[in-house]
């Protein structure tokens, strides 16, 4: 499988702590993203990382890439109860010329007030 | 506003019979994909198109039929021969190219009974 794979598979944790999730994968990739999923939504992208990238910030997200490894962690800082949610990595294949990506089973995220 | 949007919400389907979903988004985006997402499981893809009035089976096809005749419109019919339709589908789309982000809809929950 050409999946990526996120650990843990939950995480429970108190507002104000940080969060880190991480995601392995098998192929040589293009690009690597992490998307959100709140209960019986849709899926909303939130950041992409390149191979050649290493680490990324936006807001209080940060992911690194170590393409050596083949892993990407997605941290959370300062979390909110607003952040419960399942996150998902998704990997793009080098070499392809199609869009598609491939998706892990998720990392679903508590985090109690 | 743009997105994409999917319809119904909520879908129950007798034995027997065919369904289709509803798949617009307004985005200009050329690639659009069907995803069955089942709990505790990750995105599987069913089909994808890169271009209008072409599409490609994805990694669980069987079972499953899409049209593309306009940019705009994905619809996907889950067909009798599905054995096992009941699960929540997302529709995406996304610009041209290896890797770029998807935009999803809000996702069809199908029901059989």
């Known amino acids: 499988s050409q999946q990526g794979e996120e650990d843990p598979q939950a995480l429970s944790i108190q507002e104000g702590e940080n969060a880190t999730m991480n995601c392995s994968y098998k192929?040589?990739?293009?690009?690597l993203q992490w998307y959100r999923q709140n209960s019986g939504r849709g899926l909303v992208h939130l950041i992409l990382i390149r191979s050649n990238e290493r680490e990324k910030h936006s807001g209080r997200l940060r992911v690194t890439l170590d393409t050596s490894k083949k892993s990407s962690s997605l941290l959370i800082t300062a979390s909110r109860a607003a952040d419960t949610a399942s996150y998902f990595c998704a990997t793009a294949d080098r070499g392809s010329t199609l869009g598609r990506l491939y998706f892990g089973r998720g990392t679903q995220l508590t985090v109690w007030p | 506003d743009g997105g994409i949007t999917q319809s119904p919400k909520y879908l129950f389907r007798k034995e027997g019979q065919n369904v289709t979903l509803s798949c617009e988004q307004n985005l200009n985006h050329d690639a659009m994909y069907w995803y069955r997402q089942d709990p505790g499981q990750g995105l599987r893809l069913i089909y994808y198109?890169?271009?209008?009035?072409?599409?490609q089976k994805g990694d669980i096809a069987e079972g499953y039929s899409v049209s593309r005749e306009k940019k705009e419109s994905f619809p996907l019919t889950v067909t009798s021969a599905q054995k096992n339709p009941t699960a929540f589908y997302l529709c995406?789309?996304?610009?041209?190219?290896?890797?770029?982000?998807?935009?999803f809809g809000q996702g069809t929950r199908l029901t059989v009974v």
């Open positions: 995406a789309s996304s610009p041209t190219g290896v890797g770029t982000e998807a935009f």
């Open positions: 192929t040589s990739i293009n690009n």
């Open positions: 198109s890169q271009i209008v009035n072409d599409f």
